[in-house]
């Protein structure tokens, strides 16, 4: 049996069982999206969009789950993790309306202790309630599963769900075999104050295919957080999709936690939507999987939209991490920033390739770019491709990439100052990546990301004492 074949007899194995099933508009979309997968196949490096970044081995190697920690250990971890950076946060202030000036009062609440917050729990690609606890919401709020909003609202979940056509192939296969998700709707002018975690366990299956979906209407403000924590051990694939649809003057930010198991294959799609004077803050964090695969997109569909496209990610071994994004000024007088590092050891390879269209409408479009990636080894390997493409005569647009290595006149620096050789190589190195993690402005996720880039440093429990 062929890959593709493997593919196309999960679908028709497990089609009326999928949520939804009994809704024509989703039933025809999976139709479509299983027949795009099976015309595309995996794609290789013979297409331009994966010219660095190939899944040919998914037609080759069987997937399959090894035992895990239990869902409730992992959860416990991570709720543990984050009650600390909270309590290590207290008294913070900050907000952050703005994501490429001084803030407002979106995330106004940045030191909420973390009983406050909302969480959603998903084991094995479906929503576990027992294990989730979303805290009072204010009217005109809805937060949920997916599969419970496709029962209860499907003519709402139809207009955000997208398209067969959207994206990459692995996006039409998580059209096609999407089992949950969550469900997030802002009624104009809804604030929430405090973070919405989306907690996404592997404990027993070898794949799961997830989708969420954020409906933010005029005005709305909200903090959304996807943990993916490592936790079925084996070759196992996540499919995930996020979709965010930013209404007028909305300020939407979300941070991407992905430190799944290391033969994990991980492909992931965040597309958002801004109408006028949207606010879209992205935060990605990859940290962990064999393969890693990150489509970040936005469409600045509205005059004076706003976006900031923020990444930090860490391979070893023989890892490898790729980040594509895109960033569509549509409208004009539009803002973007985008800001990604690297940190390359052993083997490893990380790729970005990031490109910024400016339309002949968007003019005095004002946009930034920029890649850095730090080679720890000999061995590691980075590649970098910043692209304009501007239509526009009246704009401010720049981007550039860089790639070295450790200043070692730094470390000569720090050595003279009684720090060792081991240490002073990580306090560089940890310098380096800081400067991604100081732009998530809520503190308590901030210092979250710094313990996971902590816990894959060597030596990071000793070089937190030092910092």
Request: charged content about 25%.
């Given at each position: 049996?062929?890959?593709?074949?493997?593919?196309?007899?999960?679908?028709?194995?497990?089609?009326?069982?999928?949520?939804?099933?009994?809704?024509?508009?989703?039933?025809?979309?999976?139709?479509?999206?299983?027949?795009?997968?099976?015309?595309?196949?995996?794609?290789?490096?013979?297409?331009?969009?994966?010219?660095?970044?190939?899944?040919?081995?998914?037609?080759?190697?069987?997937?399959?789950?090894?035992?895990?920690?239990?869902?409730?250990?992992?959860?416990?971890?991570?709720?543990e993790r984050y009650r600390?950076?909270?309590?290590?946060?207290?008294?913070?202030?900050?907000?952050?309306?703005?994501?490429?000036?001084?803030?407002?009062?979106?995330?106004?609440?940045?030191?909420?202790?973390?009983?406050?917050?909302h969480w959603l729990v998903?084991?094995?690609?479906?929503?576990?309630?027992?294990?989730?606890?979303?805290?009072?919401?204010?009217?005109?709020?809805?937060?949920?599963?997916?599969?419970?909003?496709?029962?209860?609202?499907?003519?709402?979940?139809?207009?955000?769900?997208?398209?067969?056509?959207?994206?990459?192939?692995?996006?039409?296969?998580?059209?096609?075999?999407?089992?949950?998700?969550?469900?997030?709707?802002?009624?104009?002018?809804?604030?929430?104050?405090?973070?919405?975690?989306?907690?996404?366990?592997?404990?027993?299956?070898?794949?799961?295919?997830?989708?969420?979906?954020?409906?933010?209407?005029?005005?709305?403000?909200?903090?959304?957080?996807?943990?993916?924590?490592?936790?079925?051990?084996?070759?196992?694939?996540?499919?995930?999709?996020?979709?965010?649809?930013?209404?007028?003057?909305?300020?939407?930010?979300?941070?991407?936690?992905?430190?799944?198991?290391?033969?994990?294959?991980?492909?992931?799609?965040?597309?958002?939507?801004?109408?006028?004077?949207?606010?879209?803050?992205?935060?990605?964090?990859?940290?962990?999987?064999?393969?890693?695969?990150?489509?970040?997109?936005?469409?600045?569909?509205?005059?004076?939209?706003?976006?900031?496209?923020?990444?930090?990610?860490?391979?070893?071994?023989?890892?490898?991490?790729?980040?594509?994004?895109?960033?569509?000024?549509?409208?004009?007088?539009?803002?973007?920033?985008?800001?990604?590092?690297?940190?390359?050891?052993?083997?490893?390879?990380?790729?970005?390739?990031?490109?910024?269209?400016?339309?002949?409408?968007?003019?005095?479009?004002?946009?930034?770019?920029?890649?850095?990636?730090?080679?720890?080894?000999?061995?590691?390997?980075?590649?970098?491709?910043?692209?304009?493409?501007?239509?526009?005569?009246?704009?401010?647009?720049?981007?550039?990439?860089?790639?070295?290595?450790?200043?070692?006149?730094?470390?000569?620096?720090?050595?003279?100052?009684?720090?060792?050789?081991?240490?002073?190589?990580?306090?560089?190195?940890y310098a380096f990546a800081?400067?991604?993690?100081?732009?998530?402005?809520?503190?308590?996720?901030?210092?979250?990301?710094?313990?996971?880039?902590?816990?894959?440093?060597?030596?990071?429990?000793?070089?937190?004492?030092?910092?």
């Open positions: 049996m062929s890959a593709i074949d493997f593919w196309l007899g999960r679908h028709r194995d497990t089609a009326a069982d999928l949520p939804g099933a009994d809704l024509p508009w989703l039933v025809r979309l999976r139709e479509d999206a299983i027949d795009r997968f099976a015309d595309e196949g995996w794609p290789t490096t013979r297409r331009e969009n994966w010219r660095h970044t190939s899944l040919a081995f998914m037609g080759q190697q069987a997937l399959a789950a090894e035992a895990s920690d239990k869902p409730e250990a992992v959860l416990a971890r991570l709720r600390t950076a909270s309590r290590g946060q207290a008294g913070a202030h900050e907000g952050v309306a703005s994501v490429v000036g001084a803030g407002s009062t979106a995330n106004a609440a940045a030191s909420a202790p973390q009983d406050l917050d998903f084991v094995d690609g479906k929503f576990a309630p027992a294990l989730s606890a979303i805290g009072g919401l204010p009217g005109g709020a809805r937060i949920g599963s997916l599969a419970d909003a496709l029962k209860q609202s499907p003519e709402t979940v139809e207009a955000a769900f997208g398209n067969a056509s959207d994206g990459e192939a692995p996006q039409a296969l998580n059209a096609a075999l999407v089992t949950d998700g969550a469900w997030i709707r802002l009624g104009r002018g809804i604030a929430i104050e405090h973070p919405i975690h989306l907690v996404f366990i592997g404990a027993t299956v070898a794949d799961q295919h997830l989708r969420n979906l954020v409906v933010a209407e005029a005005g709305a403000q909200a903090t959304i957080v996807e943990h993916y924590p490592a936790a079925a051990a084996g070759s196992t694939l996540t499919t995930a999709v996020t979709r965010v649809l930013a209404a007028q003057d909305s300020h939407i930010t979300h941070l991407k936690l992905q430190q799944e198991a290391p033969e994990a294959t991980h492909l992931a799609t965040i597309e958002a939507e801004q109408a006028r004077g949207a606010v879209f803050a992205s935060h990605s964090l990859s940290f962990g999987a064999r393969l890693a695969r990150n489509d970040i997109r936005t469409r600045l569909a509205g005059e004076g939209a706003e976006a900031l496209l923020n990444g930090l990610y860490h391979a070893d071994g023989r890892r490898h991490v790729d980040h594509h994004t895109r960033i569509d000024h549509a409208r004009p007088q539009g803002t973007s920033r985008e800001f990604y590092r690297g940190l390359l050891d052993g083997s490893a390879r990380g790729v970005f390739t990031g490109r910024i269209l400016v339309a002949q409408d968007a003019q005095r479009t004002d946009a930034m770019q920029r890649c850095d990636n730090l080679l720890l080894s000999r061995l590691a390997e980075a590649d970098a491709r910043p692209e304009l493409e501007i239509y526009a005569d009246d704009v401010k647009c720049a981007h550039g990439a860089t790639v070295g290595q450790l200043d070692e006149d730094a470390l000569f620096y720090l050595r003279s100052r009684g720090v060792d050789a081991v240490h002073a190589r990580q306090l560089l190195t800081a400067e991604v993690l100081e732009r998530i402005a809520h503190a308590p996720l901030r210092a979250l990301g710094r313990a996971a880039l902590l816990e894959r440093l060597p030596e990071g429990a000793r070089l937190e004492e030092l910092l």
